[in-house]
């Protein structure tokens, strides 16, 4: 069955630094996502992506976070100046149509020290 | 604006014993209502979904949960818990924007006593 992927699985980085986090959706799906998890909080939305470009986006993605699709496959999320809050399980999603289930990747735990 | 609640952090039953975790949406539409489930160290899972068609949802392992519009309320049962249902369990909401984002409740963690 497929499924979504993401790498890596976990990383630590110091604050100030950049991390990018990857993304690879179902192959067939039009609509991704990112999703982030604060460690004892609930999932939380970030941004969606469609028709590559950004279809919405929550207060939390502000101008430190960017989305990209690259090439026809991965599907990342940039932070560009790491602080400590932003240490969480980052999860993505893709989906096939707008009706249709999301289905989530196994998360990327982003530490920042 | 779409929100659900879980009236419960924490529910311990013992296994073979039937499970109830509770969740009371609010949505300015006829929503879609979604469990997912996440074990220890693993991705969220989806367990069931509801889009309107029938209200009692069966979903995968023996789950299912009931859509009451009067209670607005979306409970997930199971007859018989296992121990490997032991897991956090979240209750859903999507949007009715074309993007369909989903809102997620506070979690229910789910300890099963052998």
């Known amino acids: 069955e497929p499924e979504v992927t993401q790498t890596p699985s976990h990383q630590v980085t110091q604050m100030g630094q950049e991390v990018i986090l990857r993304c690879v959706p179902i192959s067939n799906h039009l609509y991704f996502y990112w999703y982030r998890q604060i460690l004892g909080q609930k999932v939380e939305f970030l941004v969606s992506?469609?028709?590559?470009?950004?279809?919405?986006k929550s207060e939390i993605f502000d101008d430190q976070f960017s989305v990209e699709r690259p090439d026809g496959s991965n599907f990342t999320l940039k932070i560009r100046s790491t602080k400590l809050e932003d240490s969480a399980m980052y999860f993505c999603?893709?989906?096939?149509?707008?009706?249709?289930?999301?289905?989530f990747g196994p998360g990327t735990r982003l530490l920042v020290l | 604006a779409q929100s659900v609640t879980q009236l419960d952090s924490h529910v311990s039953v013992s296994e073979g014993t039937p499970v109830l975790l509770r969740c009371n949406y609010s949505?300015?539409?006829?929503?879609?209502l979604f469990w997912y489930v996440q074990h220890p160290n693993k991705g969220l899972q989806l367990l069931l979904k509801y889009t309107s068609a029938a209200t009692l949802v069966k979903g995968i392992n023996g789950f299912e949960a009931e859509f009451k519009k009067s209670e607005t309320s979306f409970h997930l049962t199971k007859p018989s818990a296992h121990m490997s249902d032991a897991a956090e369990y979240f209750c859903?909401?999507?949007?009715?924007?074309?993007?369909?984002?989903?809102?997620f409740g506070t979690g229910t963690r789910l300890t099963v006593i052998p």
């Open positions: 949505s300015s539409y006829s929503p879609s």
């Open positions: 859903v909401v999507s949007d009715q924007t074309g993007a369909n984002n989903l809102f």
């Open positions: 999603a893709s989906r096939q149509t707008s009706h249709e289930t999301q289905y």
């Open positions: 992506f469609y028709n590559n470009e950004i279809s919405e």
